[in-house]
């Protein structure tokens, strides 16, 4: 019985000290912010020069309450974007570079998922990424986390055999919920498939081992409306784990939202069950047009923002709904400063300012 007991009692400790991961709600403190800095080899300098503005503007809000990891394409293009923002008056101090080829700007869903151990400790997730589903380059791009734990020193765990993630694909409350929408993690459909023959629960379980959470929320989404194949971060956003920020029921059917994704939006409820509070955020007034003057087709979300130590990053538009909206978002975090960032070029290209950066948080 003695021995039976010991066995007991050992294997139960060895499974209370499993290994488990947190994935830092954003609102917390952060070590910095990684962005991908456009260039010219992918898709030209027309595209470049159109776009590098909203990335001079974050640097600029940004570095005076964290470090800015700016990752360029070669060491040419370090030299440029450092006389870029001399230029435009940025202060080096706490940013820095990385020389690694990418393929494009979205950071946000092929860069590192920083999360923090059981003991406190910042690693490095890399799971797989393959251009939504293989529409763009990305070989580059999906090599980046890995390149990044090697020049930090840091741990990284491959996932990359395991599942295709893109982060913005997912949205977590800090507090033990995740959502995400089936037609840009799931789906089987023909140009979307992240994982091939992946089931639901499958996914699941990866969410709630590497994300730390106990409960996952599915939105259906839409399959090849756009080339995420509809990310959840482009109409939902959790303030908190009891709050969350989205739009009107109006302005998320235009966005091609079900009435059934609806309800399942506005009904869903945290690791205690109860049901979320709700922000409402305007779409634009108007379709966006471009800052070259080009009549784009859709409204623009406010909804994918970034919060940062001391500001909060809002994609504004040139719209008479821009201040509306910075005006609601800066009473959810009164410690930070609201500041727009001009997105409309970069809108054309179908994202904003969450999109294109990626947190890393501080270490205990």
Excluded at 184 to 202: L, P
Aim: glycine share 8%.
């Amino acid at each position: 019985m003695n021995k039976l007991f010991t066995l007991t009692f050992i294997l139960s400790f060895i499974s209370g000290m499993a290994q488990t991961y947190h994935f830092p709600e954003e609102s917390s403190r952060h070590e910095g912010t990684w962005l991908q800095w456009p260039h010219h080899y992918q898709h030209g300098e027309t595209y470049r020069k159109r776009v590098e503005q909203t990335w001079i503007d974050m640097t600029k809000a940004l570095q005076t309450g964290e470090k800015v990891h700016i990752i360029a394409y070669n060491t040419e293009e370090k030299n440029r974007i450092v006389g870029l923002l001399e230029e435009n008056k940025v202060s080096l101090k706490n940013v820095d570079f990385r020389i690694y080829p990418t393929d494009d700007v979205w950071v946000r869903d092929n860069g590192p998922i920083f999360v923090k151990d059981n003991n406190g400790r910042v690693l490095i997730e890399d799971w797989g990424f393959n251009g939504w589903g293989e529409k763009f380059d990305f070989e580059n791009c999906d090599e980046v986390p890995q390149r990044i734990g090697t020049d930090l020193g840091m741990k990284v765990i491959n996932l990359n055999e395991e599942m295709v993630n893109e982060g913005g694909s997912v949205e977590t409350d800090g507090n033990g919920v995740l959502m995400a929408c089936r037609s840009s993690v799931i789906s089987q459909k023909k140009g979307a498939v992240r994982n091939k023959g992946i089931t639901e629960q499958e996914a699941e379980e990866m969410f709630e081992e590497y994300y730390g959470v106990s409960k996952v929320i599915w939105l259906d989404g839409v399959t090849g409306l756009d080339v995420t194949d509809m990310h959840i971060d482009g109409f939902m956003k959790f303030v908190n784990h009891n709050t969350m920020i989205t739009m009107k029921e109006d302005d998320l059917l235009d966005l091609g939202l079900s009435e059934k994704d609806v309800n399942t939006l506005y009904t869903a409820s945290n690791a205690n069950g109860k049901e979320y509070k709700k922000i409402y955020l305007p779409a634009t007034k108007d379709k966006v047009k471009t800052a070259y003057g080009k009549q784009l087709e859709d409204k623009g979300s406010y909804v994918n923002y970034y919060v940062a130590n001391t500001v909060v990053l809002v994609p504004n538009y040139g719209d008479p709904n821009d201040s509306v909206a910075n005006k609601i978002i800066q009473q959810q975090y009164p410690g930070r400063k609201v500041i727009g960032i001009d997105v409309r070029n970069l809108y054309e290209n179908g994202g904003m300012v969450h999109c294109v950066t990626q947190q890393q948080p501080a270490g205990n």
